[in-house]
């Protein structure tokens, strides 16, 4: 695993999800959220919303890997999402990969499975690199 920016998390979103990053490296990072009342919508199940929160989490901090922490942040630019599956219960992993790395924009594809590995969300999320004095 990749040596980690250290990211303060408590009183984050991340925190209050329970978001763990479990793999870091430029090649593929990985996160962890459980599948409680805390990220359902109404009707029980895994608010849509959650997902993409998991998918930027895992996107934004991969993003760190390829940028001069001391002159530039990765921020989120975009991010879509097709949710193809319902969960109510357990745990969920999102698993992010660079398509693209540029000077001013990273592009992440993350999916999003659930225990037994089925897709629950497909998403795309594009990060700006950004001056850190802006």
């Known amino acids: 695993m990749a040596e980690a920016v250290q990211f303060d998390v408590s009183d984050t979103i991340l925190d209050t999800l329970g ?39 895992v996107a934004s901090a991969g993003s760190y890997l390829f940028i001069d922490h001391a002159s530039q942040r990765a921020v989120g630019l975009e991010i879509n999402a097709n949710h193809l599956h319902s969960k109510s219960a357990g745990v969920v992993k999102a698993v992010g990969v660079p398509v693209h790395v540029g000077r001013k924009t990273i592009v992440w594809d993350i999916r999003v499975l659930d225990e037994d590995e089925r897709l629950i969300c497909i998403s795309r999320c594009t990060v700006a690199v950004v001056d850190a004095r802006d």
Request: hydrophobic share 40%; no cysteine.
């Open 19 to 57: 978001i763990k990053i479990i793999e870091y490296t430029r090649e593929r990072v990985a996160a962890t959220m459980p599948v409680t009342p805390k990220v359902h919508q109404p009707y029980g199940l895994m608010h849509g919303g959650a997902s993409l929160v998991l998918a930027e989490t």
